[in-house]
């Protein structure tokens, strides 16, 4: 903690409690370890529909179906096998952004 913000709090009639981290948000990070990561769209491409069909896809017991399912999500490179693995079985979370999506993998659950 810098010493103007100790000073600022010391001057102040607030409780001080030096265990409180300055951003909990990162400490919640740390616990439980996410991936944020873009998926573009345009006009003839949504990508959070890709990705839904894609999940759809890979719920099915047919190996070949599962592998459309990988060949569909990889069409966004940069991830390894098991982040696609956690997005088609779903242990993440989908935002839509335009025709774009913001997916946030879950590293924590297995």
Known sequence: MKAEKF???????EPF???VPDNPKE????????????FGGNDMLY?????????AQYRS???SDKA???????????????EYIAILSGRCEVKPDGD????TIKLWKE
Do not use: H, Y
């Open 27 to 38: 400490e919640i990070g740390k616990i439980f370890p996410t991936k944020t990561v873009r």
């Open 100 to 103: 774009s999506a913001v997916v």
């Open 17 to 19: 409690d030096p265990d």
């Open 61 to 63: 017991r047919n190996k």
């Open 47 to 55: 990508a959070p529909g890709l990705i839904q069909a894609a999940q």
């Open 68 to 82: 459309l399912a990988m060949k569909m999500i990889q069409c966004w490179p940069g991830l390894s096998d098991n």
């Open 7 to 13: 000073i600022a709090i010391l001057l102040e009639d």
